[in-house]
């Protein structure tokens, strides 16, 4: 398994502004995901961060509106930029664990962020 | 495209009934995951299921994969508070590592 951190945990931010959140592991992995979860819904996948690639973004998430880094094997930001109240969401990182056959994935405490 | 279908979405049961939430997927996959939510927390690792026939128990859990049916069952035995939480399927697409998520199945168990 992976230990994942992330912070911040929460914030209440105004319409317009930026929000980077950050994303620690406890060990290397290739694979790190960034995930939307809005109140009540399943987890949508924003993008995938790969160390030393340019993330792969789903349909209907921009780089421009999401841009992600991922400088190494332990680390990865997602910035939530010019922020509008339908922002408001958690915003879950996750990391795939490739270890024996599983390929699990495992999950970041999350960042629930406010739009206002 | 793969498709993943949890029901039922919403199950409010009594503490030491049985119940099955289900997870129908569209095309074939390796593996299947579930996952537990409880409110407010990130979520956690339950089972992986891997091949057809698989089953595997945790307690009062237990799941089991029908490759050919596409289905997943988690299986309730004797349902305790402490289970209740939300529940989430998802199945690997074999594309970019990505998994489809089914919409979750919200269990409330009361005492």
């Known amino acids: 398994s992976a230990v994942i951190s992330q912070k911040p945990s929460r914030d209440i931010c105004q319409r317009g502004t930026s929000l980077t959140i950050q994303c620690q592991v406890d060990?290397?992995?290739?694979?790190m995901f960034w995930y939307r979860q809005q109140p009540g819904q399943s987890l949508t996948l924003i993008a995938t961060?790969?160390?030393?690639?340019?993330?792969?973004?789903e349909s209907g998430f921009v780089i421009d509106k999401f841009p992600i880094s991922r400088p190494n094997l332990t680390f990865s930001t997602l910035t939530v930029s010019n922020m509008s109240p339908e922002d408001s969401s958690i915003y879950l990182c996750?990391?795939?664990?490739?270890?024996?056959?599983?390929?699990?994935?495992?999950f970041g405490p999350g960042t629930r962020l406010t739009v206002l | 495209e793969l498709k993943v279908e949890q029901n039922p979405l919403f199950l409010s049961m009594q503490e030491g009934k049985n119940y099955t939430i289900y997870c129908n997927y569209s095309t074939t996959s390796d593996r299947l995951y579930w996952y537990r939510q409880d409110p407010g927390k990130s979520l956690e690792s339950l089972f992986v299921?891997?091949?057809n026939g698989a089953v595997k128990q945790e307690g009062r859990l237990m799941a089991s994969l029908d490759t050919k049916a596409r289905l997943s069952t988690l299986h309730i035995t004797a349902a305790v508070h402490d289970l209740s939480a939300t529940y989430f399927c998802a199945v690997d697409s074999r594309s970019n590592y990505q998994l489809i998520w089914g919409a979750g199945t919200k269990l409330i168990i009361k005492p």
């Open positions: 996750s990391v795939e664990a490739r270890d024996t056959l599983y390929n699990e994935q495992f």
């Open positions: 060990s290397q992995v290739t694979m």
């Open positions: 299921l891997l091949s």
């Open positions: 961060a790969n160390q030393g690639s340019e993330a792969t973004y």
